[in-house]
């Protein structure tokens, strides 16, 4: 015996069944901070991180890391030293570029955390709250195993 067909609006759908869209990048982005939109803001939507408040700051990562990757091309083209002639002999400085790479990486760094970008970041997102690590330092302390 074969029961009735189900009505549409009583059907849930499975849980990850319904992708939302990838938004478009921000117009007033580089075309390389761009392209960094287009291969990890998928990865953000999937994570549930993307969120439409968010999306302007999360361009300002991706334009860090498009700034991290083109100042290093640049480093890799001209070296990231260079000598110059001073009153206390020959010493080596820093290119421009190497700074530039420094603030872009710390930059990367700031934000990306907000994001949970970092191994260390993704695991504190993804635990939620304090409680967590207050009850594996507990845990921890009484001499239990944490996997226990």
Request: hydrophobic share 40%; aromatic share 8%; proline share 6%.
């Amino acid at each position: 015996m074969k029961g009735s067909k189900p009505k549409v609006a009583e059907v849930i759908p499975m849980k990850g069944a319904m992708q939302r869209p990838v938004p478009d990048a921000p117009d007033f982005m580089t075309s390389e901070g761009r392209e960094v939109w287009g291969r990890l803001a998928p990865v953000m939507m999937s994570k549930n991180r993307l969120e439409p408040h968010y999306e302007d700051l999360f361009a300002a990562y991706c334009e860090a890391v498009a700034d991290f990757i083109r100042h290093t091309g640049d480093l890799a083209a001209v070296g990231s030293y260079y000598q110059a002639k001073t009153r206390n002999g020959i010493q080596e400085k820093k290119r421009a570029p190497w700074g530039q790479r420094q603030d872009a990486m710390a930059t990367m760094q700031r934000i990306g955390a907000l994001f949970g970008m970092s191994p260390v970041d993704e695991q504190r997102i993804s635990n939620g709250a304090q409680g967590s690590f207050l009850d594996e330092l507990e845990k921890a302390l009484s001499g239990t195993n944490a996997a226990d």
